[in-house]
């Protein structure tokens, strides 16, 4: 059971940036998946989860209308864009699955590794 997050990186306030989670070895059709991010000093966060179920969508209220998650079964792959960027998302952002709901998506175990994201110009 493997997922590997992707696509972070360095971008200027008021950019784009999209994030994968690709999972291998099960299938993550059937669960909730969901992003959350951490900074240092700061505890994890969670930012925005999309239920297996109907694909319901959660966001935390910092990232409403700017971010937008998605999945794509085929792919067994959910993504996480996110536009105008603000130097308050810098953190790395981690992706991770559960059969909880998607309220506790903090709280999700981590299967992987995160990708960096730093918003500054």
């Known amino acids: 059971v493997q997922l590997q997050a992707s696509g972070g990186g360095l971008v200027q306030p008021g950019g784009s940036l999209r994030l994968s989670c690709v999972a291998s070895?099960?299938?993550?059709?059937?669960?909730?998946v969901g992003w959350s991010r951490q900074a240092p000093g700061k505890e994890r966060e969670g930012v925005s989860c999309?239920?297996?179920?109907?694909?319901?969508?959660y966001y935390q209220d910092s990232v409403k209308g700017r971010f937008t998650i998605s999945r794509d079964n085929a792919k067994n792959t959910v993504y996480l864009q996110m536009n105008s960027l603000k130097p308050e998302d810098t953190a790395t952002y981690y992706c991770?699955?559960?059969?909880?709901?998607?309220?506790?998506?903090?709280?999700?175990?981590?299967w992987g590794q995160g990708t960096q994201v730093t918003v500054s110009s």
């Open positions: 991770a699955f559960d059969d909880r709901p998607c309220t506790e998506v903090a709280q999700y175990v981590l």
């Open positions: 999309i239920t297996g179920r109907n694909a319901t969508t």
């Open positions: 070895g099960f299938t993550l059709n059937y669960y909730n």
